[in-house]
């Protein structure tokens, strides 16, 4: 079952693309890893440049796309390799 979950997690991730690039961050490897526990998934991302003024927007979109997935109550967002990476985890996982 969580393999499945996992499946779907990605497809609904892979809709949120970087809005630099036009790409999926999916695509653009920005995911490094999903994972499901029951009914969380976690979601590692590794922005392109550790400056990336746009990574809390797209945590927030693949956090949300991650959420609207059946079977998925809530994404944990961990964003890794930025300058502001705690500030950004704090804001996205809020709850």
């Known amino acids: 079952m969580s393999d499945d979950l996992a499946i779907n997690v990605k497809e609904a991730v892979s809709k949120v693309n970087d809005p630099h690039m036009g790409v999926s961050i999916v695509e653009m490897g920005i995911v490094q890893s999903i994972d499901i526990d029951g009914d969380t998934a976690k979601i590692v991302i590794k922005p392109t440049n550790p400056g990336c003024m746009s990574v809390a927007r797209m945590a927030a979109d ?3 796309n ?8 809530k994404a944990e967002i961990v964003v890794e390799g930025h300058v502001m990476a705690d500030s950004i985890n704090e804001m996205i996982n809020k709850n």
Do not use: F, Q, T
């Not at 991650?66 to 109550?73: H, L, R």
């Open 62 to 64: 693949a956090k949300a």
């Open 66 to 73: 991650a959420e609207s997935v059946d079977g998925i109550a």
